[in-house]
C-alpha cells in the first residue's frame, strides 16, 4: 500500500531575534490514511514544536509519489520525473508526470539525488523541472512495529541532519588550487 500525503498549512505567532512577533504560515507534509487523520497527526507533532496557540488553515492531498530524505540536507525540492513508455499498439511514445519530494541543500544537489533516486529505474525517464519547496517539515507514519522502528530512525536522522560544509564549493576551490599550481 503506498502513502498518502497530506499538505497541512499550520498558522502560527513566531517571536524574532529583535523581540519581534510575526504570524507565519507554513506547509507541512505528514503521512495518513484520511483528512481527519492527517489533521490529528499535524496537532499532535506541531503541539511539540509550537508553544503558543497554533491554527490548521488547510489540508489537501499532495501529489508526490515518494519521499526521499537525503543525510545533511535542510531543504525539500520538488522533482518532476517524466516517464517515458513506447505504446507499441499505436506505435507512439507516451509520457507520464509523477513528482517526488528530494531534500537537498540546493537545485544542483537535487538534481543529483534524483538522479540517485532513479538509478535503478528499468525504463526511460527524463527530470523536466526541479523547484524548491516551500514544505517546511516531512512527518511520516509508522505502526510501532520494530521493522518500521528501524525505518523511523533512519528516516529521522536523515531528515534532521545538518548540512556540512559545502563539499562541492571545497571541490572547485582545491581543482581550481590545483589548476593554476600546474
Not at 107 to 127: C, F, H, K, P, W
Request: proline share 3%.
Amino acid at each position: 500500500m503506498s502513502a498518502t500525503w497530506y499538505e497541512c498549512k499550520v498558522k502560527y505567532r513566531k517571536t524574532d531575534e529583535t523581540g519581534g512577533q510575526k504570524v507565519l504560515t507554513e506547509p507541512y507534509l505528514v503521512d495518513a490514511v484520511s483528512y481527519t487523520e492527517a489533521e490529528s497527526r499535524i496537532n499532535e507533532e506541531m503541539a511539540a514544536y509550537i508553544s503558543e496557540e497554533f491554527k490548521i488553515t488547510n489540508i489537501k492531498v499532495a501529489n508526490y509519489a515518494e519521499i526521499h530524505p537525503f543525510e545533511n540536507a535542510d531543504r525539500w525540492f520538488k522533482s518532476k520525473i517524466s516517464l517515458l513508455a513506447y505504446d507499441e499498439e499505436s506505435g507512439k511514445e507516451r509520457k507520464s508526470n509523477m513528482y517526488m519530494l528530494i531534500q537537498a541543500n540546493d537545485v544542483r544537489e537535487a538534481y543529483d539525488n534524483t538522479l540517485a533516486v532513479m538509478q535503478n529505474t528499468m525504463g526511460e525517464y527524463s527530470i523536466p523541472a526541479i523547484a524548491e519547496s516551500p514544505i517546511m517539515d516531512v512527518f511520516p507514519y509508522f505502526s510501532g512495529d520494530e521493522d518500521e522502528l528501524e525505518q523511523l530512525e533512519r528516516f529521522n536522522a536523515l531528515k534532521a541532519s545538518k548540512p556540512e560544509a559545502d563539499k562541492w564549493a571545497e571541490n572547485q576551490e582545491a581543482a581550481t588550487a590545483d589548476a593554476v599550481e600546474a
